[in-house]
């Protein structure tokens, strides 16, 4: 037997898969990551406490099998900034001065002042990113670092996106993927245009530095997705992972990429898929939205168009909600009905199983055919954590309208199928932005926590008019990994063909049209709640600030 490992690292724990070459996970480990929080919108990491992770996780899911059987490792990881020195050694980006905190997590807004600054430039590179820098990306978190700890700017010999942190550590190679640069760090792919680092837009945010050494700090040896990193895996990293030296390894992908490729290919009996009609969702603590085209379509307030970023030749547009996963788990937590459910619960069922059956329950005895109905004076727009896309506006607020003095499980129950809904409409929001650009969708792909959960899917189909495929095999970020390895090892002669092979099939959720018109109707509420929120900024900034 052939296999593969794909490594993903998410936001709150390292996971890995052992994979076949046709795509059936055969074995799969999780290890919880450390997550440092010592300033709000600041979270922080530590990249010698993730690679433990990995190594605990990779050697758990090959302790069965000789290593000879394993043909190659993919990395994926969240777009989190590394920082460390000459030797290889953490290197502080946090304002306690600890060294070993020397990640800056994806979802930290610390960088807001920095983005601000980089979008009042106005240069052309940002017609990459939807017109507008996103202070999750890794050019404001750079400006931060330079601007607040010079000290630390100075020691950092390297500075990674997790993902190429993760190759770098397995390998030694200073290589790092199109995929992260080009997503995250204003890398000119552009096959049309002056392809690599831009000097005019590097001067002008005042990050001209980073051209020392041919750009050194931040990389020069730029590669496509799943290419084979030098001589695969050295002699001090197999050893670390239960491997031999020289196993394959593949170019990494931030990780909702690897959910993208992992899940694209996958196939419906009797369907062809086209891989440029199908948006892909790919849904955690947030939830990031992937298209690809073979044109350059620009999209306001979308990131991208991102050349050859997850699959080799076609453009990327990438939408994404800040907070889904992280804001149904808030809503949950923070209700005073939580612990009593949690107490009453038997066996595995889930929380939001509980709630799902008894918003049931709830129509039911209302005589509707539908949950969704439940939901006529609730309305929430779902941006606790601020936009991503479309709007591209990282100070917007969360907003409920309905609330209640109301306490009891089945307050909890609606507050939680409107946030649904909500999240839902966010979708629609991007998935007609991007229509308007040229885009065409024909289908919905969903993996990752939430195409678990049979409601959140229903409510996608709904809302949107279109059917909903979820992969057989669940876990498409793993999947996505794996095939980085498996190119990498030589096993499939294109990564088209890997993503075929290893896609797997999927079962299909078709859209209910009787409550098609009422989500309509609560969609323009969606709207307008945003059109208020600026309202009552504008008549509240007017007089005092």
């Known amino acids: 037997m052939e296999y593969f490992v794909g490594v993903d690292v998410g936001t709150g724990s390292a996971r890995a898969a052992l994979v076949s070459s046709k795509g059936k996970i055969v074995k799969m480990a999780t290890c919880p990551l450390e997550i440092f929080h010592p300033a709000p919108n600041f979270y922080e990491q530590s990249s010698d406490n993730i690679w433990s992770a990995v190594c605990h996780v990779v050697k758990s899911v090959v302790a069965d099998i000789s290593a000879d059987n394993v043909k190659g490792v993919g990395f994926d990881a969240t777009c989190s900034l590394v920082a ?33 600054f980089i979008n009042a430039q106005d240069h052309d590179m940002l017609q990459y990113v939807g017109g507008k820098i996103s202070l999750e990306m890794e050019t404001p978190k750079m400006l931060w670092l330079k601007k607040n700890l010079p000290s630390s700017w100075n020691r950092a010999a390297l500075l990674f996106d997790l993902p190429d942190f993760l190759t770098w550590k397995a390998t030694g190679s200073e290589s790092r993927s199109l ?108 939830t ?13 307030g979308v990131w991208g168009p991102y050349y050859s970023a997850m699959i080799p030749g076609l453009w990327l547009n990438e939408g994404g909600q800040s907070a889904t996963g992280k804001l149904l788990d808030h809503i949950i937590d923070t209700h005073p009905a939580t612990p009593g459910i949690l107490k009453s619960l038997s066996g595995n069922k889930h929380i939001q199983q509980y709630l799902t059956e008894l918003l049931q329950t709830m129509a039911d005895q209302k005589g509707l ?138 079962n299909i959720v078709k859209p209910r049209n009787e409550c098609h018109k009422y989500h309509l109707q609560k969609y323009r509420v969606f709207r307008k709640m945003v059109q208020h929120q600026n309202d009552y900024r504008e008549i509240m900034n007017k007089d005092f600030l």
Not at 234 to 244: D, I, N, R, T, V
Not at 288 to 300: D, G, R, T, W
């Open 84 to 116: 460390v020195d000459k030797t290889g050694s953490p290197v502080t980006i946090s304002p306690t001065g600890e060294d070993k905190q020397n990640v800056i997590l994806w979802m930290d807004h610390r960088a807001q002042e920095e983005a601000d």
């Open 179 to 286: 995929c992260s640069l080009v997503c995250k760090w204003n890398y000119n792919a552009d096959p049309d245009g002056n392809s690599g680092w831009n000097e005019e837009f590097f001067h002008q945010i005042q990050l001209g530095d980073l051209m020392k050494d041919n750009w050194r700090k931040i990389g020069s040896d730029v590669r496509t997705p799943g290419d084979p990193v030098d001589q695969g895996l050295s002699a001090k990293a197999a050893s670390e992972l239960g491997l031999l030296k020289g196993t394959a390894v593949g170019t990494s992908l931030i990780d909702a990429h690897s959910g993208g490729l992992g899940m694209i290919g996958c196939s419906v009996p009797g369907l062809s898929p086209n891989l440029q009609k199908r948006l892909a969702l790919i849904c955690g603590t947030s």
């Open 288 to 300: 990031c939205h992937m298209i690809v085209n073979e044109k350059k379509l620009f999209v306001n």
């Open 369 to 506: 055919k539908n949950v969704s109905y439940l939901t006529n004076e609730i309305h929430v727009w779902p941006d606790f954590h601020g936009n991503r896309s479309p709007l591209a506006d990282p100070t917007l607020k969360g907003m409920v309208s309905g609330l209640s003095l109301s306490v009891d499980e089945e307050n909890l129950a609606l507050y939680y199928l409107a946030t649904v809904q909500a999240l839902t409409y966010g979708t629609k929001h991007i998935l007609e932005t991007l229509e308007t650009a040229g885009h065409k969708v024909d289908e919905l792909l969903v993996c990752g926590g939430l195409s678990q959960n049979p409601l959140f899917i229903q409510i996608q189909a709904d809302v949107l008019g279109l059917p909903v495929f979820c992969p057989v095999e669940k876990e498409s970020v793993l999947i996505g990994a794996a095939i980085l390895g498996s190119y990498a090892a030589g096993k499939f002669n294109t990564i088209y063909d890997a993503i075929k092979t290893m896609g797997g099939s999927a």
